[in-house]
């Protein structure tokens, strides 16, 4: 069991005070923590007597806002044990703003249900698969025709690509992290988006002295002068970039600015990972070419978002030398993708666009929907359109995205906060919505959202120094 001193949990408050009741504030806060995952479950709080004395406040207060935890489900009390942290259970249903009940929704997480293709190839798959079982099972790289499909698929794209240059991983998670581990170390700097993928700043951050960040908007994509000033100033060894339907803004990133991103790296020495996660899943306008067409970039690709999460099958692209460190570097993690799994992704890859085409549409449906529903239910909030992707970034024009995911995941809607894909805490006026989920079970959602948002003060402001964490 994890134990959360007195100091870490102070650190992690951050300027917690609000205008009411104190013990209320800090309890409000603590249960803000843990929904966002900075505090993680089964996590043993400090002693009252210790958390008082650490914040300067009396152990009452303390006991007071234990208490309100527990009477609320997020915390189990035993004595002589402690307080363990917990999230309420036996809620599976919610009341909806007109009195009916529906099933708890999950919009924290911009992903789709399984392509309807996959049932088909895991049996085509699993019928395949007897031919593997005279080895070990274990491969560091991947299987040879799974990686000759998925070179064939990069040239195809204008990126000429041999198997040698692709490593199969565990999903992209898992290949960001990888890469992390081999060209970063404890000295380097690494330049990352904000916002950006929330596990991609886990994954840089635990491995680099320092992030810095340029800028994305939604509308307005990345800033030339600021990608320029930032390698200029920091020298980072790495860059991680998402440069096609950037999650959570949506951006793509014209073709001048690959070439100024790949010719700034070229020239600081930086290694550039583009994560090509959503790549595929364009709407209006046809994908570009990978950034690897414009200097080598290391790419990172999955398809846990275009086909399914459940199938953990990623992979990353770069030069022989860079998969061979790869290589020598995994065998401290794992020793391989299953080999189930990559069997059933190369049956996949054999009609991968008509998955594709099957997604566009899905998607554009999705898109159109929240777009209508969002400006009708909130016209001062400034929803952008997006050419693709799984999600909009929208800027709520207060600074209270915090709040108003907490009384939203209250209402049986986790939503991802503004604050999870930054640092700091910024990003408190905005909040990422998906449209990946189908038309009722959005609706429903943005009528939660909307019931929230009037049980939100739009004119609370959130301390600047708080941290919420990054899920």
């Not at 970039?241 to 803004?249: A, G, K, L």
Request: hydrophobic share 40%; aromatic share 6%; charged share 20%.
């Amino acid at each position: 069991m994890m134990v959360l001193t007195a100091r870490r949990l102070a650190s992690e408050l951050g300027a917690w005070r609000g205008a009411g009741p104190a013990y209320g504030a800090l309890t409000d806060r603590i249960r803000l923590l843990t929904l966002d995952g900075r505090i993680p479950l089964r996590t043993r709080l400090p002693a009252e007597r210790e958390l008082a004395a650490e914040l300067g406040i009396s152990r009452t207060t303390v006991a007071a806002a234990y208490a309100g935890l527990r009477e609320a489900g997020y915390l189990l009390s035993t004595r002589g044990s402690g307080s363990v942290v917990t999230i309420p259970g036996g809620r599976d249903t919610v009341e909806n703003t007109d009195g009916r009940t529906a099933t708890t929704l999950d919009f924290s997480k911009a992903a789709l249900p399984a392509a309807p293709q996959v049932g088909e190839a895991a049996v085509r798959a699993a019928q395949t698969l007897p031919a593997y079982l005279g080895d070990t099972g274990y491969d560091l790289v991947g299987l040879p025709r799974l990686r000759q499909a998925l070179a064939a698929r990069y040239t195809s794209r204008g990126v000429p690509t041999e198997p040698e240059n692709i490593m199969v991983t565990v999903g992209a998670q898992h290949a960001i992290s990888l890469i992390a581990k081999t060209f970063l170390s404890r000295s380097d700097t690494a330049l990352m988006e904000a916002p950006s993928y929330p596990h991609a700043y886990d994954a840089l951050g635990s491995r680099a002295r320092r992030l810095v960040t340029v800028p994305v908007d939604a509308r307005n994509g990345w800033d030339d002068n600021g990608l320029a000033q930032t390698f200029q100033r920091a020298k980072p060894a790495l860059a991680y970039v998402m440069p096609d339907f950037h999650n959570p803004t949506g951006a793509v990133m014209p073709v001048h600015q690959r070439e100024l991103l790949m010719d700034l790296a070229r020239r600081h020495g930086c290694l550039v990972v583009a994560d090509e996660t959503t790549a595929d899943l364009s709407i209006d306008v046809p994908p570009g070419k990978p950034l690897a067409a414009y200097g080598p970039a290391m790419l990172v690709g999955s398809m846990g978002k275009t086909v399914w999460g459940g199938l953990r099958v990623g992979w990353i692209r770069a030069e022989p030398e860079k998969i061979k460190l790869l290589e020598q570097a995994r065998y401290a993690h794992d020793l391989g993708t299953p080999i189930l799994e990559q069997l059933i992704a190369l049956e996949l890859l054999g009609n991968y666009d008509e998955v594709l085409r099957f997604r566009r549409i899905q998607l554009a449906e999705g898109r159109d929907h929240v777009e209508d529903l969002l400006r009708s239910h909130f016209p001062v909030w400034d929803v952008p359109h997006v050419a693709g992707g799984l999600c909009t970034w929208v800027n709520i024009g207060q600074p209270v995205s915090s709040q108003l995911a907490l009384a939203a995941r209250d209402g049986g809607l986790p939503l991802g906060a503004g604050p999870r894909f930054g640092l700091g805490g910024a990003f408190e006026r905005f909040l990422r919505f998906p449209f990946s989920y189908p038309a009722e079970e959005t609706s429903v959602a943005v009528d939660i959202l909307a019931n929230a948002w009037r049980r939100v003060e739009p004119h609370r402001r959130v301390e600047k120094d708080f941290k919420p964490a990054l899920v």
